[in-house]
């Protein structure tokens, strides 16, 4: 995971989602059922020409 904040954010906002990551990771070696079992679907729309069509393209050919 690449994360790249900008010059906007104050040092306090970047330690309290550093600090999220690591009860993130905590919590997942610790009960890695929580992670599992967790759903979440994301809905993404697209365009006929968009990149993700063209990924689904290549993928389809395989």
Do not use: N, Q, W
């Amino acid at each position: 995971m690449l994360i790249e904040p900008t010059e906007a954010y104050r040092l306090e906002t970047l330690d309290a989602f550093a600090d999220a990551l690591v009860e993130i990771a905590r919590e997942e070696i610790e009960t890695p059922e929580l992670i599992f079992e967790s759903k979440v679907i994301t809905r993404i729309r697209h365009s006929a020409g968009s990149s993700l069509s063209r990924v689904r393209a290549r993928v389809d050919l395989i």
